[in-house]
């Protein structure tokens, strides 16, 4: 059993925050005195940890000298703002935010052996959901394929925009259903009953920012600097839980049943049988793993392997990805 630490969470009132939290207290996490920071909005409600109702404090006026391990949870300006003072303070910090350009991402069933070579007190980030989702069920493929070419389409839940994108959804559905006129707010337009094919503003190459940030995220989670990676996000109107289309692209032909047992083996992947496939709704919501399905070549090509995926982006994808890394931190810092 490890040491326990003093831990801060940033971010503690949001939806990644509050699920951090109580994944800490589900796996036992060693936990002695736990921060909970957020913005003074926020400052002075309450979280409930281990049976009692931990107090927000605001952020900016914290001593991180106080935590060994932060769990920084509140956006990338957040982030930029108090992650170095809380390293500087002897804090190791893990990121959820993808602002700090210097951390290393790790997922722990893709890479999570580069911990090993951190100096504490230590910089990790936790990448996107979408990221760890892909190296999640990717990673086990890797000795089996000689991949050229990785093609994603993610279909992502509101939730992964927080909570106000959860609201809005929320209230436009009402409205609908209603027969009330629509007037958009946290979106540029409808999103209820309907596909937004574009996921924040893009650059001059037509590209949003987040899919930049996937592409550099899996090409780093699966140690390939140089793997062509195409991506298209899609916001769909789902509460919660991130879908993706992937069709992997083989120099050589795909054996399905190496595939398949390398899935089955894999930590945190279930796959779902050719006959049946997943939805986040039915199964991945609320769950710890990256759901698998319609496993197969291309229509007419066998070095091509399409796949499906769907999991929890706000609990698999990001606050127990961050607390699987902090799992791992706390062995160096024993």
Known sequence: ??????????????????????????????????????????????????????RVREVDSFDFAQAKLAFFAAGAAVSRSFAQKAREAGCSVIDLSGGLDDALALVPEANGEAVDSLALPALL???????????????PLKALLDIERVQVMACLAVSSQGREAVNELARQTAELLNARPLEPRFFDRQVAFNLLAQVGTTDEQGHAALERRLVSELRVLLGLPELKISVSCVQV????????????????????????????????????????????????????????GRVRHGVDEDQQLNLWLTTDNVRKGAALNAVQLAQLLIKKMA
């Open 125 to 139: 980030a936790s990448p996107s959901s979408a990221a760890v989702a892909l190296a999640v069920a990717l990673a």
């Open 237 to 292: 109107p789902v509460f919660f839980g991130d879908s993706f289309s992937v069709t992997v692209q083989s120099r050589q032909s795909v054996d399905l049943q190496s595939v398949n047992q390398a899935l089955d083996a894999a930590a945190s992947v279930e796959r779902v049988e050719n006959d049946d496939y997943p939805t986040p709704v039915g199964d991945a919501v609320g769950q710890d793993v990256v759901y698998v």
């Open 1 to 54: 059993m490890s040491q326990p630490l003093d831990i801060a969470v940033v971010g503690a009132t949001g939806s990644v925050g509050e699920t951090l939290v109580q994944i800490l207290e589900e796996l036992e996490f060693p936990v002695a005195t736990l921060h909970l920071l957020a913005s003074m909005e926020s400052a002075g409600s309450s979280v409930m940890f281990a049976g009692k109702k931990v």
